[in-house]
């Protein structure tokens, strides 16, 4: 997602705790990281059909050229990650004054 202030991010990890998610900027990358642990190590239960992945995960997002790498912020509630990235105030819409004469 984008609009005109920042970029945003939004990642689906339904299972998965905070202290179990890695979010970092290197090199120009967004780099986000984890592990979802197994259902089944929950309480000795067995499940038959799991609908979701387990195990670590990794995702890579390239930072766009305009983008504030300093400013990154990222929240997560209800399963969901949302990370935003402010844009550089340069790169920001700005409206020209028209002058007469």
Do not use: C, Q
């Not at 195990?55 to 890579?60: D, L, S, V, W, Y």
């Amino acid at each position: 997602m984008e609009d005109e202030r920042e970029y945003g991010v939004v990642l689906e990890l339904p299972g998965v705790k905070k202290s179990d998610v890695d979010v970092r900027v290197e090199d120009g990358w967004l780099k986000i990281s984890g592990e979802r642990s197994k259902a089944d190590e929950k309480d000795g239960r067995v499940f038959n059909r799991l609908e979701r992945a387990t195990g670590p995960f990794h995702r890579e997002f390239r930072i766009p050229k305009d983008a504030d790498a300093a400013s990154v912020a990222a929240k997560y509630r209800d399963g969901l990650l949302m990370i935003a990235i402010a844009k550089r105030e340069e790169a920001k819409p700005r409206r020209i004054d028209v002058k007469v004469g």
